[in-house]
């Protein structure tokens, strides 16, 4: 089993930037891929951004492309969120998800195999 527990979020203005971070245990030697989802009230869950297992190769979502960074640090167990440029409708819980085999090219929810509690995000303008 794989424990994956975030940290960071909060309320942050519209404009302004935020970091998650989310901290692997457990068997964490059968996780390839990482990443991090969303969920916004009255909304499913949707991909946000996605790496891979060395941490070469990153794929985001268009509504947060170039405003969101992902990294991971292996040695660490770690993957984190860099989030500038926030805007209202980012608000949402935001989830990180491990997965044991490579994400697919269109990622969906359902292939993560592990996934945090979760951490609230609110901004506001």
């Known amino acids: 089993q794989v424990q994956l527990v975030e940290s960071g979020g909060g309320l942050v203005q519209a404009g302004g930037s935020a970091r998650l971070s989310c901290a692997a245990s457990?068997?964490?030697?059968?996780?390839?891929?990482m990443g991090w989802f969303r969920q916004a009230p009255g909304k499913e869950r949707e991909f946000v951004a996605t790496?891979?297992?060395?941490?070469?190769?990153?794929n985001y979502a268009d509504s947060v492309k170039g405003r969101f960074t992902i990294s991971r640090d292996n040695a660490k167990n770690t993957v984190a969120l860099q989030m500038e440029s926030l805007k209202p409708e980012d608000t949402a819980v935001y989830y990180c998800?491990?997965?044991?085999?490579?994400?697919?090219?269109?990622?969906?929810?359902?292939?993560?195999?592990?996934w945090g509690q979760g951490t609230q995000v609110t901004v506001f303008s």
């Open positions: 998800a491990a997965k044991l085999t490579p994400w697919s090219v269109r990622v969906q929810p359902a292939e993560t195999n592990y």
């Open positions: 457990g068997r964490t030697f059968n996780i390839y891929g």
């Open positions: 790496i891979t297992g060395s941490g070469g190769s990153a």
